[in-house]
Structures are given as C-alpha cells and as structure tokens.
C-alpha cells in the first residue's frame, strides 16, 4: 500500500486528492494547504488528515503530489525529495531554469521518481499520434481560452504554451536552432497572448499559438510529415489521420486515404496519477520525466527572451 499525500488543494489539488483516494492500493494519509479552511474541508471531503505544516506531512508518505503556485515548487519539491519521498510536480517544472535543474539534480541523487504534471502526454489523441508520426516536418499548435485567475502569475508561455513545448519536443528529437517569437500583455501584467516559431536542426518547423485572452477554448495541434497528416482536436477529443499510399506499388500512382477517429473519453488526470502511483512502487521511469519538464522549461524560458527583446 502506498502512502501518499497532496500539497497545494486548490481547484488542481483538490483533483489529485480525489483521484489518489479513489486507488484501491494507496492510502491517502494527509494533505496541506496554507489556507487552513479549505485544507480542512478538502481533508474531510476525502476521509483524511490536514496538515498545516507539509514537514509532519512528509515524514508519513512515500509519495506526494504538489500544486502549490509555481514559485513554490522548487522549495516544496526539494524539501519533499530530501524527506526521501516521490514527487509528482505540476507543471510548469518551476519558475527558473537554475531551481528546475536543482530539482532534477536532487531526484537523481536521491534515486527518487519525479514526474512532471504535462497532462496532455496521457490524451488517447496523442497516444494515437505517436504510432503514425515518424520525422515530422510541420506542426502548428493553437490552444486559446478565456481569461480566467489561474496561472496569470506568469506568462502565457509558462501557462499554456508549455503544454504545446513539451509534445512538440516529445514528437521531434532533434535540437532548436532558431526562434522567432512575440507577445503582449491584455489583462495581466504578464504576456496573454504570444506566437512563437520554433526551426529545428533537422529542418521541421513548428508555430505555436497561445491566448488565455479569446473568447473560444480551442486546443488543436497539427502536423505534417512525408506520408502524412495529423490533426487533433483535444476539445472535440477527435482525430484525423490522412496517409499517403501507394496501391500500384511504389511506382503508381500516390492517394490519400483519411480516417476519423473520436477518442475514448478518459480522464486523463486520473491516468496521469495512476502512472506515478505505479512508478512509486517499481522505480521505473515515469512518462513524463524532470528531465522532460525541464526541457520544456528551458525551451519556454528561450522563447520568452526573444519576446522580450522585441
């Protein structure tokens, strides 16, 4: 039996301590927050203990997952590592490259599973997605939604972007050689809005949209490649592959053939944490690593300098 608990029950948090309570395998011993009415509640909600100090908290579990504001996650992260305990982290990894390279460092060490909250790698559109992509040479990504208070203490990069960051990188592995990028700000003080153009050094292209400032939730992503295209829609929960064949055989004639498939509605969270719990109790790597949602971080923190400059 796992013994695991939540930090940070907020509206995310609260979702981690609903989906570890649900496991048959893991006792959910406690959560915390620094606002001690809803950590109370939430705690009792759940059938649990609150805990006002993640200290106490940490000297009973095994595992932990943190939704703390992003520029708590290097302090709570380090300080659940160095209680020896498994750490998943929503995303973004942190608030610096420099704190997300620490806390990478410090798993490694202490030979702990630290996982990264990138939710959109457990969506069965891009589980589907990876079976057909090969080399990718195009991929255009829009994920726009109305404003809303969570997240805007950073940029849109850090808020919605990263998500996009972190599948593009897992889609094509060759480094970044050139960015093109620019942003403003509409509500917050922070970038609402932003594009970014991303040239790889294998020759693929990606163009990347994200608004926390539109009237419309869309979450799309598509990409090109040799024989063929990929769209998916992660509002619709929908995919469209359209491959290049050749029936005559190599020297006939190309034609396309396209299928649509509607994904099996999941939840994606719960998958996501059911993954963790399952490293936890093997060691084995988790899907999405530190090192991933360091990768994404440092890709995002490049990008937003070349806003800046403009």
Do not use: W
Request: with cysteine.
């Amino acid at each position: 039996m796992l013994r695991a608990g939540v930090i940070g029950v907020g509206y995310l948090g609260r979702l981690h301590a609903q989906k570890l309570a649900s496991f048959d395998d893991v006792a959910l011993v406690g959560v915390c927050d620094a606002d001690r009415e809803r950590g109370k509640a939430i705690a009792e909600e759940f059938g649990t203990s609150y805990h006002e100090d993640s200290r106490t908290l940490l000297r009973e579990v095994d595992a932990v997952s943190i939704a703390v504001p992003t520029t708590a996650h290097f302090r709570v992260a380090r300080e659940a590592m160095r209680a020896g305990v498994h750490v998943l982290l929503e995303k973004p990894i942190a608030a610096t490259v420099r704190e997300g390279r620490a806390l990478v460092r410090e798993a490694a060490a202490r030979r702990l599973v630290f996982q990264v909250g990138h939710l959109e790698r457990f969506n069965p559109a891009v589980l589907s997605a990876a079976s057909v992509l090969g080399e990718p040479r195009f991929i255009e990504c829009h994920r726009l939604g109305p404003f809303g208070e969570r997240g805007t203490d950073v940029d849109v990069v850090l808020d919605l972007m990263i998500h996009d960051i972190d599948l593009i990188l897992s889609f094509v592995r060759s480094p970044v050689a050139r960015i093109s990028a620019v942003g403003v700000p509409v509500i917050s003080p922070y970038v609402d809005i932003a594009n970014a153009r991303l040239t790889f050094a294998n020759g693929c292209v990606a163009n990347v949209t994200a608004s926390r400032v539109s009237a419309l939730k869309q979450r799309k992503v598509r990409i090109f490649q040799d024989d063929a295209y990929v769209s998916m829609d992660f509002v619709e929960n929908t995919i469209q592959i359209f491959r290049r064949t050749f029936p005559g055989g190599p020297e006939g004639q190309p034609e396309i053939t396209g299928e649509l498939l509607e994904t099996e509605k999941v939840d994606a969270l719960r998958d996501e944490i059911r993954s963790f719990v399952d490293c936890s109790g093997t060691g084995a790597q988790p899907l999405v690593s530190g090192s991933d949602g360091l990768a994404a971080l440092e890709l995002a923190f490049r990008i937003i300098r070349k806003m800046r400059r403009r």
